[in-house]
């Protein structure tokens, strides 16, 4: 009877301790480029960037400045995501293998990247349906960057234009960074 009140309390403990909910922007599952559906609540606490991608477009160059973004900041909590899409001029049109294959061996992309899918109006997947709501604005072209907030709660949107390691992309992302994420987690006595 000692053991089963030893595991009842135990249990109890982790009831209310147990993680935080899903920040608001991140609450999707997305299939990764190797087709396994990811969580992206796994981003929590994370300043997330996410970029519709393409193979084929004029701004295609900027995966070599979204890695250095990675490479410069994921250690102070920085996450890229790549999700190709076809939706603009039809600029994605390989498989995901070819996808991955071009992103890894023309620029070293070891960033997470998704599986081709919508961003439009039209077809978003529900991480770019939920990041045009917060923003009020939806990628007009392929490239279109979303800064998501360490909460999960708050997205910067910037246009295809804007080059990853522009002043204005650093300076967003610096400014996020420092920021710490609120804590979510509630105490026994706040529940």
Not at 47 to 72: E, M, P
Not at 144 to 159: C, E, M, Q, V, W
Not at 167 to 189: D, F, G, N, Y
Request: include cysteine.
């Amino acid at each position: 009877m000692k053991t089963f009140s030893l595991l009842a309390a135990l249990l109890l403990t982790l009831n209310v301790h147990a993680a935080p909910a899903c920040p608001p922007l991140l609450d999707a599952r997305l299939k990764d480029i190797d087709g396994v559906t990811r969580n992206l609540c796994d981003y929590a606490g994370k300043v997330v960037l996410v970029v519709n991608t393409a193979s084929q477009c004029g701004y295609t160059g900027q995966y070599k400045g979204l890695q250095a973004l990675s490479d410069k900041y994921a250690a102070q909590g920085l996450v890229v995501l790549g999700l190709p899409s076809n939706d603009f001029a039809g600029q994605e049109p390989g498989s995901d293998t070819q996808i991955k294959n071009f992103c890894e061996s023309g620029f070293q992309v070891d960033f997470p990247l998704f599986a081709k899918t919508g961003v439009s109006a039209s077809n978003a997947n529900p991480l770019h349906a939920a990041l045009a709501r917060a923003t009020g604005e939806r990628p007009a072209w392929n490239f279109h960057k979303y800064l998501i907030d360490r909460n999960g709660t708050r997205a910067l949107s910037f246009p295809s234009r804007v080059e990853p390691q522009s002043k204005q992309m650093v300076q967003a992302i610096e400014s996020l960074l420092k920021a710490k994420a609120a804590a979510v987690t509630l105490s026994r006595a706040e529940k």
